[in-house]
Each structure stands twice: as structure tokens, then as C-alpha cells.
């Protein structure tokens, strides 16, 4: 797409075309969306998110290491307001909690009752590459997560964070797309807040054919300076193998995020460490 704006203007319209007997559904918790929420002219819609004035509400979230807890305040237009307690799912992050959000909206909206709602979150058993546990090696454990946009990473280390609040937290990712990097330059560099250490590998170009146009090097500086992290640089899998033998260990979590190869670089270092 030629622009943000661009992009949301086709929003608009899609919402739009949405039938009435239909319904869509908008993250109230996220700037650009309350945007396109302010030029859809058929009120054909419901929110959801932590805001305040979302129609479906998540309150009271709680995150432990196996699951998170929220509560969902429902308020429709001409309809009473109803409250849902203690909605468990066996994932951690924000992002988690707002997608359960939005699937039990779209559950309650076509009539599902509450119970159902309830016990098949409960049950749900989650996607891959979303905090995948792989492997634990001398007391540290490795995790393999889908994260490859800032808000992604940001949302998946608050929850990590909060879930293991001791740990010494390590992130290893690995950029997806140099177009993406190049455009998100500075929100990626302020992602990595709740982590205490972050191994950078090299971009993962997807074919993309560009030129990064900044020193990498540099860039790591300004992780460190954004993030108020330590940052270490790799330039391949056996380089980070080697990292990991010679300096991890204890009680650690590592999280290896990225939408390329990182996936493969972490189920396969329990044979190169």
C-alpha cells in the first residue's frame, strides 16, 4: 500500500460493505484503529480491548506461567449489561487475552452461551511458534515465538515479564525483511524493554533484494540505548550455538523470535550445543 492512510481508507470500506445482518469486530486499544473507527459511517460494528470504552471490556487481567485470567464487562447497545468472571486460557501476553477477547465477542454476538465460551478457551491448546517451549538446557528454558513487528515483541516480553518475574529474560531475534526493518526502525529498537539481553542476528531477507542503508553494528547501539538492554550481535547458527554454550546457564528464559529461519535455528541448537 502506498501510505498508512491509504491503507486505512480500504479498511473503511471493507468495514462498510459488511452486511446488516453482520457484524465487525475492532481492537479498541489500538491508535490506528480508533481512527478508522472515527470515519466508518455505518455503525455496524463492536469493539473490544482494555480501553475503557470498548464494548466487550477485558478487566482484571492476571498472568502466572501457565495461563492468563481476565474478566470481560459486555456492554451492547439496547441490550443488558453482562459481566464474565475468571476466562482462562493457557497462553501469556496481552495479545493472547485480546484474541480470546475477540473470539468470545464473536461467540457471544451468534448466541454461544457463556459456559461453552468459557471451557473452550480453557481447553484451547494454542497455535505454533506462539511461546513454544522447545528444549531446557542446564536450567535455562528455550521458547520459540512468531513475534516479527514491534507491537508483537513488546506484548510477548510484557507477558513473559510478568509471568516470570526472577529470570534473567533473553531474547534472540532475528529481523524478518529488510523493507520491514528499514520502515520500523526505530519501533523495533524500543521493543525489547522487559528483556534484560537481546542476540541480534542477521536480517532475514524473505528475497527481498535491498540494502539495509545503515550500519548494523550501530543499530545494535540503538537497541541498547532505546531498550536499556545489552545486545549481541551473531552472524549465523553456530556463532549463536557457540554464545549459548559459553554464556548461558541457570535459571533463564530464552525467547527466539522472528518470522524467518530462527524458528529452525532453535530446535535445532540442542545438537550444536
Avoid at 58 to 82: C, H, M, V
Avoid at 149 to 164: F, Q, R, S
Avoid at 197 to 208: D, H, Q
Wanted: glycine share 6%.
Amino acid at each position: 500500500y502506498k501510505s498508512m492512510d491509504k491503507l486505512k481508507e480500504l479498511f473503511v470500506d471493507f468495514i462498510e460493505k459488511v452486511p446488516s445482518f453482520g457484524k465487525s469486530f475492532i481492537c479498541a486499544d489500538d491508535e490506528n484503529n480508533n481512527e478508522i473507527i472515527k470515519k466508518i459511517k455505518i455503525k455496524n460494528y463492536y469493539t473490544y480491548g482494555v480501553d475503557k470504552n470498548s464494548q466487550f471490556q477485558i478487566k482484571n487481567i492476571y498472568q502466572s506461567r501457565d495461563f492468563s485470567k481476565f474478566n470481560l464487562d459486555i456492554r451492547l447497545p439496547g441490550k443488558k449489561q453482562t459481566y464474565i468472571k475468571n476466562i482462562k486460557i493457557p497462553l501469556l501476553g496481552l495479545h493472547n487475552v485480546r484474541n480470546a477477547t475477540a473470539a468470545a465477542a464473536v461467540a457471544i454476538t451468534i448466541g454461544i452461551s457463556k459456559d461453552i465460551i468459557k471451557q473452550g478457551l480453557k481447553e484451547f491448546k494454542g497455535v505454533q511458534r506462539r511461546f513454544n517451549k522447545i528444549f531446557k538446557y542446564r536450567e535455562t528454558e528455550f521458547y520459540d515465538d512468531y513475534a516479527h513487528h514491534p507491537t508483537e515483541i513488546k506484548e510477548v516480553l510484557n507477558g513473559v515479564k510478568e509471568a516470570y518475574k526472577k529470570e534473567e529474560i533473553i531474547c534472540i531475534f532475528q529481523p524478518h525483511r529488510i523493507s520491514r526493518l528499514k520502515d520500523l526502525r526505530k519501533e523495533f529498537s524500543l521493543s525489547f524493554k522487559k528483556a534484560n539481553s537481546v542476540i541480534l542476528c542477521p536480517v532475514y531477507s524473505a528475497g527481498e533484494k535491498l540494502k539495509l542503508g545503515f550500519n548494523y553494528f550501530d543499530y545494535a547501539k540503538e537497541i541498547i540505548k532505546n531498550s536499556k538492554v545489552k545486545v549481541f550481535l551473531v552472524k549465523d547458527q553456530y556463532q549463536l550455538a557457540r554464545f549459548i554454550k559459553q554464556n548461558v546457564y541457570g535459571k533463564k528464559i530464552v525467547i527466539g523470535m522472528g518470522a524467518g529461519s530462527i524458528s529452525n535455528w532453535i530446535r535445532e541448537l540442542p545438537n550444536l550445543i
